[in-house]
């Protein structure tokens, strides 16, 4: 097993209060990101007054890695990591800034009440070895030899102004190959086996405690995800030793 957990994918989610006309600023999205995100942006036709989480617009990054979707209350982040950034953890890093900063000066207008940075994280391990792996570093009596699935989750206050959710699990990834005939992707077979961490770090608690939000928070947070993720090792998360 590598010692190092790899960065899978990353969120980040700006929540704010809703914005029932939220999808006229599309054009301002538009202009403000076209040197990173394809445009025209793809408009939903969701009338104003149904469920707010739902996507109004979204678009994706120009190298097709990131989704950026935008509803009446959040702006949602999604990354996915080649192989060449996830195991560079300060390249990831830099790449969430960046993205940030664009995202954070456009929510600016909206009455922002938190941010969350959710990073899953996975280190492949032998598939004989897992569950004794995980029975040993969380004390579960049901991850028996035979235990085909399984899944931890647990909340706590993090330095009185976070909240952490951590949510450990098996995972199997079967490879993928691009057929050049077709240029579609085919399965080779070939599986690998490991241990998956999501990691949710977010500033509810201030939120909870009726405070303003702060811009600098952004910072803040980023800092201590990335704490975290280069500090601790798979089993300090499988033991809650954070």
Same mark, same amino acid.
């Given at each position: 097993m590598?010692d190092q957990? !790899? *960065?899978v994918?990353?969120? %980040?989610? *700006?929540s704010f209060?809703?914005?029932?006309?939220?999808r006229k /600023?599309?054009f301002? &999205?538009?202009?403000n990101?076209k040197?990173?995100?394809?445009?025209?942006?793809?408009?939903?036709t969701?009338?104003?007054?149904?469920?707010p989480?739902?996507p109004?617009?979204?678009?994706e990054?120009?190298?097709?890695?990131?989704r950026?979707?935008?509803?009446q209350s /959040?702006?949602?982040?999604a #990354?996915?990591?080649?192989?060449?950034?996830?195991l560079?953890y300060?390249?990831?890093e830099?790449?969430i800034d960046n993205?940030?900063k664009?995202?954070?000066?456009?929510?600016?207008s909206?009455?922002v009440?938190f *941010?969350a940075?959710?990073?899953?994280l996975?280190? &492949?391990?032998n598939?004989?070895? %897992?569950?004794?792996?995980m029975?040993?570093?969380?004390?579960?009596?049901?991850?028996?030899?035979d235990c085909i699935?399984?899944?931890?989750?647990?909340?706590?206050?993090h330095?009185?102004d976070?909240?952490?959710?951590?949510k450990?699990s098996? &995972? #199997?990834?079967? $490879? +993928?190959?691009? !057929?050049? $005939?077709?240029?579609?992707l /085919?399965? #080779?077979?070939?599986?690998?086996?490991?241990i998956?961490?999501?990691l949710? %770090?977010?500033?509810?608690p201030?939120?909870?405690?009726?405070?303003n939000?702060?811009?600098? +928070?952004?910072?803040s947070?980023k800092d201590?995800?990335?704490?975290? %993720?280069?500090?601790k090792?798979?089993?300090?998360? +499988?033991?809650?030793d954070?």
């Open positions: 590598s957990l !790899h *960065i994918n990353s969120q %980040i989610v *700006i209060k809703r914005n029932m006309l939220i /600023r599309i301002e &999205f538009e202009d990101l040197s990173e995100f394809k445009i025209p942006f793809r408009a939903f969701v009338p104003d007054d149904m469920d989480n739902i109004r617009f979204e678009s990054s120009i190298h097709g890695h990131s950026l979707q935008v509803s /959040r702006v949602t982040l #990354t996915n990591y080649n192989d060449e950034f996830k560079d300060d390249q990831v830099h790449y993205k940030c664009l995202l954070s000066d456009l929510v600016e909206e009455n009440e *941010i940075y959710i990073i899953e996975g280190v &492949f391990m598939p004989e070895s %897992i569950n004794k792996f029975k040993k570093h969380t004390g579960v009596i049901a991850i028996s030899d699935d399984f899944s931890l989750l647990y909340s706590m206050k330095k009185e976070y909240f952490i959710n951590v450990s098996k &995972f #199997t990834q079967k $490879e +993928l190959l691009l !057929h050049q $005939e077709s240029k579609s /085919r399965p #080779t077979g070939k599986e690998k086996f490991g998956s961490i999501v949710d %770090i977010n500033t509810r201030l939120f909870l405690k009726k405070m939000f702060d811009n600098s +928070l952004y910072e947070l201590e995800v990335f704490n975290v %993720i280069k500090e090792n798979v089993e300090q998360f +499988l033991k809650g954070l």
